[in-house]
């Protein structure tokens, strides 16, 4: 018997109903010791629902045309999007990051793999832009001149944009904007502004030296002295927050991101209070004169425009859990 092509559900020609209608109809009467069968039925108009009878001997019934499932379509294919963006043809480039600022950069404690923000979105930079990624870790004391005399290609930490520090290396576009926030135990009912902080001599507060969180505590909070004892510093932004989880400081500043990952990892233990103090942007820096600013630029306009910055946003400060 002669059919359409298959998608999902057989249809058949009016002239193949007939052909199924007459056969049924010719074993109905054999059944029923009938008269030699008649002549086949008229077929069908197209697109007329038509009652078949029940299926019998090793023939299969077609099912009513009423009944009949509609072919479903293909599903559209999304559209391609192509770039036109710089081809770096393989080139592998040197990357530095310090695995201390989760969720941006740090070491899952599950796995032990250094994940987060910037490893994927440097990884989807170079996907774009035909490049190769060697990771390298460094301390943040160590990072921007590091980057700045060549050792490294670029280098990211969360690192604010500032006039200062685009004195010594090149800064890329910005690729996240957050604001700074007073970090503190989940117990904390001591304060919940600057002023409530600064007034209290006994608070102290936990930094890095040269972040913008130490120069927002120390300008911004207290007397804009850097040698304030109350500012007690530290190696790196992981072991501040540490720090205040064990009581030895009262308060870590932290972006929004940040603090929002350390709180997914210590959810019972750390609590934001206050408002923003400070709105900063992040961006990747790079050897002064480096033929990658522009290329990383116009990758990280992509991510942004085609929501591969939204998709990072969702998994890392919000889907992803430590615990």
């Known amino acids: 018997m002669s059919t359409q092509p298959r998608t999902f559900s057989p249809r058949f020609s009016s002239r193949g109903w007939a052909r199924i209608a007459a056969m049924l109809l010719i074993l109905a009467l054999a059944v029923s010791a009938c008269a030699p069968a008649p002549a086949p039925a008229p077929a069908p108009e197209s697109g007329a629902s038509q009652e078949q009878p029940s299926q019998g001997g090793q023939e299969e019934a077609a099912p009513p045309p009423a009944q009949e499932e509609t072919s479903m379509p293909a599903p559209s294919r999304r559209p391609e999007v192509v770039y036109d963006l710089p081809d770096l043809r393989g080139r ?61 290609d670029v280098g990211m930490d969360g690192i604010t944009i500032t006039a200062e520090r685009a004195e010594q290396v090149d800064f890329s576009a910005p690729y996240m904007t957050s604001q700074q926030f007073m970090l503190v135990r989940a117990d904390e009912e001591r304060f919940s502004t600057p002023e409530e902080f600064a007034a209290d001599p006994e608070l102290l507060v936990g930094a890095q030296p040269g972040t913008t969180g130490f120069y927002t505590a120390v300008y911004e909070i207290l007397d804009g002295d850097e040698a304030n004892p109350r500012i007690k510093l530290f190696e790196s932004f992981g072991a501040a927050v540490q720090a205040l989880i064990a009581g030895d400081v009262d308060m870590v500043l932290v972006d929004a991101a940040s603090g929002r990952g350390y709180i997914g990892a210590n959810p019972d233990a750390l609590k934001i209070v206050g408002d923003a103090l400070a709105t900063e942007e992040f961006g990747f820096i790079f050897t002064p004169g480096s033929d990658l600013v522009e290329p990383f630029n116009a990758a990280i306009e992509t991510i942004q425009k085609d929501g591969y910055a939204d998709y990072l946003n969702t998994k890392w400060f919000f889907l992803y859990s430590p615990n």
């Open 92 to 152: 592998v480039v040197q990357a530095v990051t310090g695995n201390d600022y989760t969720p941006l950069n740090f070491v899952d404690p599950k796995t032990g793999e250094a994940v987060g923000w910037e490893y994927d979105a440097v990884e989807e930079i170079c996907r774009r832009l035909n490049c190769e990624v060697s990771w390298n870790v460094t301390s943040w004391e160590a990072m921007i001149p590091a980057v700045a005399n060549g050792q490294f």
